[in-house]
């Protein structure tokens, strides 16, 4: 069945750093791709999306590539703040209802 | 703006009593969905509804039931709360097709004792 695995956290930067967070995904045909953050407290947020295959979606300095060859969409940003620091979750939808979410990515980002 | 509301953002409940956990959207979206989120668990499904009166169960189904009357609401019910139900749940809304994301309410964190 569908499914989405991504790296296991936590992760821990400095502001500036560079930020890649892994995520493939299992599933047949053409699933839209998904990122979401959660914020300490709060529910999730969508942060981007792609719907086709080479799309890139990108959203708050945040970029992640549809990569079907690679059944791949990594999130990466190119200097992370402090507010950066939230719980990230890739996720996919095929053709039925259902959307499939990996455990999640915890972020801390440290002065 | 799209708003997703849950009834609560903290409740304490005993064993065995029944919980009602109470959605509403304002974006006439079709599909509504209940996860509960546990620490290194992710997001599990737990209902979802494509339509009025319509429900589908997800993965964890066992213990919980869904109430849909009306669009933009979308109960879920414990009928006999269990110390092993004490988690987050996240309410969520979208169009339905292709393409369209989900967006979350802000949760409740329910505590069984």
């Known amino acids: 069945g569908d499914s989405v695995t991504q790296m296991e956290g936590p992760v821990t930067l400095s502001e500036e750093a560079f930020l890649t967070i892994n995520c493939t995904y299992t599933?047949?045909?053409?699933?839209?791709l998904f990122w979401y953050v959660q914020y300490p407290g709060e529910g999730l947020q969508l942060l981007l999306k792609?719907?086709?295959?080479?799309d890139k979606g990108s959203n708050k300095g945040f970029e992640a590539t549809y990569r079907k060859e690679t059944t791949s969409f990594h999130l990466e940003k190119g200097s992370v703040q402090v507010s950066d620091s939230a719980v990230y979750f890739c996720?996919?939808?095929?053709?039925?209802?259902?959307?499939?979410f990996g455990t999640g990515t915890s972020l801390t980002v440290i002065p | 703006d799209v708003k997703v509301t849950q009834s609560s953002r903290y409740l304490v409940k005993r064993t065995g009593e029944k919980v009602f956990l109470e959605c509403v959207q304002d974006?006439?979206?079709?599909?509504m969905f209940w996860y509960r989120q546990d620490p290194g668990l992710g997001l599990r499904l737990i209902y979802f509804s494509y339509d009025v009166k319509m429900k589908e169960k997800g993965d964890i189904p066992e213990g919980y039931s869904v109430s849909r009357e009306k669009k933009e609401r979308f109960s879920l019910i414990l009928e006999s709360a269990s110390t092993n139900q004490t988690s987050m749940y996240l309410c969520?809304?979208?169009?339905?097709?292709?393409?369209?994301?989900?967006?979350f309410g802000p949760g409740t964190r329910l505590t069984v004792t």
């Open positions: 599933a047949t045909g053409y699933p839209s």
């Open positions: 996720a996919l939808k095929n053709t039925g209802n259902q959307f499939y």
């Open positions: 969520a809304s979208r169009y339905s097709g292709n393409g369209y994301e989900q967006y």
């Open positions: 792609a719907t086709k295959a080479d």
């Open positions: 974006m006439d979206h079709e599909n």
